[in-house]
């Protein structure tokens, strides 16, 4: 494994490694409700975590319940997310999207049909609707439903052009195909990959200045070859193998 290897063996090898460095996740551990996710990640769009759940907090004191927010005046749920970034225009596709989910269920607000149907089916409903793209979409059917798709936030977007898993200027629409397809259908798998690329992008490989000096992947990442050269042994020998909880917690 080196620097000129095919960006699927990174793919692969970046998981491995990144399995071994943070925490493994199962598929029991607890999760936001189907609607909270969907919603949370629309409001989370451009903001930080804390704006986000002030937002959802505050939208649900404000109105109720999802039928309330749906019935309030566009501009007082604007008020009440009005931490979010774009909150005149979140209001109204949150206002669309609960519309369609009403439509979908005969009037309720949940999302349980997306367990039933097949990933492309769930993924393009989710798509169809007005300010859910790739990311949202795999978000709730990979942690919700535990379909096998992979979510590219970001972070792990950054973190696969950086190491080379994919093109060095490929979308983050592009870079949710071509990791799918380097990655085995596998919901464990997926889930772990988008997590610890994710939690290393927040915590190591950060867009303004990444900490390589702690980074396990630098043996095969571009971005280190192009900046450092090649990784000695000395610097490899004393990279850490796993994360360390004095550097701080995890994010969510
Ligand atoms: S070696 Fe540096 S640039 Fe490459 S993945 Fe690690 S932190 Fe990011």
């Not at 959802?56 to 319940?65: I, P, S, V």
Request: proline share 8%; aromatic share 10%.
């Amino acid at each position: 494994m080196d620097y000129a290897s095919p960006p699927a063996e990174k793919t692969w090898q970046d998981h491995l490694i990144l399995n071994e460095f943070y925490p493994l996740l199962t598929l029991e551990q607890p999760r936001r409700t189907p609607m909270r996710e969907l919603i949370s990640t629309i409001l989370s769009h451009r903001t930080t975590h804390a704006d986000e759940e002030l937002a959802y907090d505050r939208m649900l004191e404000a109105f109720g319940d999802w039928a309330g927010v749906l019935a309030a005046a566009t501009s007082e749920l604007a008020h009440a997310i009005r931490t979010t970034r774009w909150p005149d225009t979140q209001a109204p596709r949150i206002q669309e999207v609960l519309r369609r989910i009403q439509t979908q269920t005969g009037g309720e607000f949940h999302l349980d049909f997306l367990a039933e149907w097949p990933v492309e089916q769930g993924m393009k409903w989710l798509t169809d609707m007005p300010g859910i793209g790739l990311k949202t979409a795999s978000l709730v059917l990979l942690f919700n439903f535990h379909k096998p798709v992979l979510p590219v936030d970001t972070h792990v977007h950054r973190i696969a052009q950086r190491v080379g898993m994919i093109g060095p200027k490929a979308s983050a629409d592009k870079a949710h195909q071509v990791l799918l397809e380097q990655l085995p259908k596998d919901v464990l798998v997926l889930l772990n990959f988008h997590k610890h690329n994710y939690w290393h992008g927040q915590r190591i490989c950060l867009f303004s200045k990444p900490d390589c000096s702690k980074c396990p992947l630098k043996g095969f990442c571009n971005y280190y070859l192009e900046h450092y050269g090649p990784a000695t042994p000395e610097a490899l020998a004393a990279t850490p193998k796993q994360w360390d909880k004095a550097w701080g917690a995890l994010p969510h």
